[in-house]
């Protein structure tokens, strides 16, 4: 039989590059389950909240849900298929990262929903998401340029006769699908996050706001790595194309901040939280950018302690026969320091 592609098995032994291998490890050892975080000890908080706080807590996890779906079906695998074929290992990381956003975070998300709210309103939850103007926009953003990486991954692919762009452009598609999801990861999921922290720092809906903080444990090194893997680019572009892409990423910040503000307007307004919640957004653009090797956009502000306070990746709750901590862990593992993903200078050995 005539052989018409080289095929390469994942050697684990050669690492691909400086970093991946430890991402591999962090990934695997901070891995959970929605099921290990029992939900019934929130119920008699939430309750007696208020409907407009009740509508404000169960929209934002609504944002969530519908960013970790699209990360996880369509973000992740198209950045992994666009990796070239012989980098098995950062393949299987972003493979590993897209089971995570939707089996385990948007699962817990429905978990939560499931918990503390009926049917009824769970449908009526999804149809205001479907139905969300700005909710919508940011995912049209943030996935156009997943979907316009896939389909040149699909042509240099699958359909070489029709491939009519350069190695070069391929890569600027690829970084700026990256950025993307850099923007998704360490920054977007942020206006979300915020009401379940705000709640975890006082002391209330301490469930919920555990499996917050597992999501955010491992949306904060996704944004990491996806971020290394896009500088490699950016570090082989020449300058002019540096600038470009720098632009394309400030452009892209404000056409999705733009947004951002009107969705967390809508939000937030009825809980009075607005004027909060965009500080701690702006706080968290600043840090994907950090990510991306860029500095700072928006000017240094005090992030709300509350909000801090429920961010503390300590652990607060212990594992008692049902409830798990955040402090849970598969295996043995240390809590991430940003130090521990600063690699000297980005060599790929290949
Ligand atoms: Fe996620
Ligand atoms: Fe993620």
Known sequence: MKKNRQYTGANWNVPEDEFTQS????????????????????????HILPKNVQDAYAENLQVLTFLDTYQGDIGMPVVS????????????????????????????YSNIFMTYMSNEQIDELFVWGEKNEYLQKILDIIVGHYRHLDKMTYQRNYNMQNVNFSQLEFEIAQYKAMVASVFLESWLFYSGFYYP????????????????????????????????????????????????????????????????????????DKVDLSHDVKIFVRYNANKALM????????????????????????????????????????????????????????????
Do not use: C
Not at 89 to 105: D, G, I, R, T
Not at 217 to 240: K, M, P
């Open 81 to 108: 298929r666009s990796m070239p074929e012989d980098m098995h290992q950062a393949k299987s990381v972003l493979n590993f990262m897209a089971a995570m956003e939707n089996a385990v975070h948007a699962k817990s």
């Open 197 to 268: 922290l705000w709640f975890y720092g006082q002391g209330k809906l301490m469930q919920a706001g555990e499996i917050i903080n597992l999501i955010l444990r491992d949306e904060s090194i996704h944004g990491l790595y996806v971020g290394r893997l896009a500088t490699l680019l950016y570090e082989n572009f020449d300058r002019e194309l540096q600038e470009e892409m720098k632009k394309f990423t400030l452009d892209l910040l404000e056409e999705l901040y733009e947004q951002e503000l009107l969705l967390i307007e809508q939000i937030y």
């Open 23 to 46: 991402f591999y490890e962090q990934n695997l050892s901070q891995f959970w389950r929605p099921e290990d975080i029992a939900m019934q000890a929130d119920l008699n908080v939430w």
């Open 291 to 350: 990510n991306l090797g860029f500095d700072n956009f928006f000017d240094y502000e005090e992030v709300n302690p509350v909000v801090l306070n429920g961010l503390n990746t300590e652990t607060k709750t212990m594992d008692n026969f049902s409830m798990k901590g955040n402090g849970y862990q598969k295996m043995k593992s240390e809590a991430l320091a940003d130090d521990d993903f600063y690699f000297e200078k980005p060599a790929i050995n290949r």
